[in-house]
């Protein structure tokens, strides 16, 4: 998963044209040396810790209520984390351009989902589908336009949007909405979900650590060499704290889809 930035290429590694998948194409190479530890993968920590966001998918889909192998829970937003992470795994994997775009759309697809189920929290059904149906032309035109103009600053710009929607979104349902919710239960979910946003900024604000100073991080991981080295990649722990950060909001939402239509049900 990434966003763009002035410093979004390190190129010229050792083996960045010998790997399987060479030459990189995308527009986004990341401090992480290409090809350094296996033939198969681009960036190998890059990769591997997109298996948070399908750990978090699946952990939901196989959790409580499921009813085995081929019947797993399912809403939009395991789903798009799952994509998520299938996506930017293989985007990381081999820094094709393709691919850059089904992590970067991946992305924007669970900004989609989160901001559907908490739109719609406590509409009618007819604003409800009204309200998914224009986020569905939205994200969808975004889709179409970004294809046909790649800046990268226009997703990093769609995205960010997105997220403080929904930081405005959460603010509503824990602590302007009327009928307010079970006080004891907001109070939770507020701290949770706000919890859950910081640990994506904590996350954003080391990966532009690596960013900003990927030699100095590239001569440390020389130094300490591995299994040590791999805790300086910190692009990899922006995917690691997105993943527990949107794991825990996406959470905090389904307990309070849950709690209304428990309120529906007593009426």
Known sequence: MGHGHHNIRFDGDPYALSGAWSPPTSRANFCEEDYVLTFYLAEFIN?????????????????????????????????????????????????RQTLEFADELSMMLLIWAMLQATLTIRQSPAKSKMISAALAVIFLSFTAFYLNSPLIIYQVIAFITGVVIL??????????????????????????????????????????????????????????????????????WWHLLTAVGASQFINVVREVLDEVKREQKKE
């Open 47 to 95: 990769s591997l810790t997109n298996i948070a966001y399908v750990y978090y998918a699946l952990q939901y889909m196989y959790g409580p209520g499921s009813r085995g192998l081929l019947k797993p829970n399912v809403d939009f937003m395991s789903v798009a984390l799952l994509v998520l992470g299938i996506g930017s795994f293989l985007f990381h994997a081999s820094l």
């Open 167 to 236: 930081f405005i979104r959460s603010l509503y349902l824990f602590h302007w909405m009327q009928p307010a919710l079970p006080k004891a239960k907001s109070r939770d979910w507020r701290n949770r979900a706000f919890a859950a946003f910081f640990i994506c900024l904590v996350g954003y604000g080391i990966w532009n650590i690596d960013l900003e100073f990927c030699q100095v991080l590239r001569d440390l991981r020389a130094r300490v060499g591995l299994p040590w080295a791999w805790l300086l990649e910190f692009h990899g």
